[in-house]
């Protein structure tokens, strides 16, 4: 039902300025090792281990090709007809969370029902705790920011 195959720029620069970049692996919130963008594994598959280093030219190749598979991911679990905002924020959203969790929540039911439904800013906002239930600020600001784009009108 999707006609948008791919995100626009403004999901580049959310993604971009909700992770942040740092070149050597780290471990997130949930104790994950991570690099670039927030990528926990590279193209060929291989997680991400501490002690890895990449070029900032590796990060934005890893975020591309990331985006990409999240493009392609959203584009096949989305059913109803959304606008390229609603599109960025699903996607950004599962670039965050997971494609698994994506499948599994009420946010895709409910947009897969009616991609208009204000409730919808609700069920992102469920989503803004790591895996021990704390309440983490920069996943408060991150949905608010998805539920913003879902919701703005494409110009």
């Given at each position: ?116 439904d204000p ?35 494409v110009e």
């Amino acid at each position: 039902m999707i006609d948008i195959k791919q995100h626009s720029q403004s999901l580049v620069d959310l993604v971009k300025s909700s992770e942040g970049c740092k070149l050597s692996a780290y471990l997130d919130t949930n104790g994950i090792p991570t690099i670039g963008y927030g990528a926990t594994y590279y193209k060929d598959g291989t997680k991400v281990k501490i002690g890895d280093i990449i070029t900032q030219q590796e990060a934005e190749d890893l975020l591309n090709y990331h985006l990409t598979v999240y493009d392609n991911h959203v584009t096949q679990i989305v059913t109803t007809k959304i606008n390229q905002n609603q599109y960025n924020a699903l996607v950004d959203f599962c670039y965050n969370c997971g494609m698994h969790m994506l499948d599994i929540s009420t946010l895709l039911r409910k947009v897969n029902s009616n991609p208009n439904d204000p409730t919808i800013a609700l069920e992102f906002n469920k989503w803004i705790y790591d895996q021990k239930k704390n309440k983490l600020p920069g996943l408060v600001t991150r949905r608010a920011k998805e539920v913003e784009l879902y919701f703005k009108n494409v110009e």
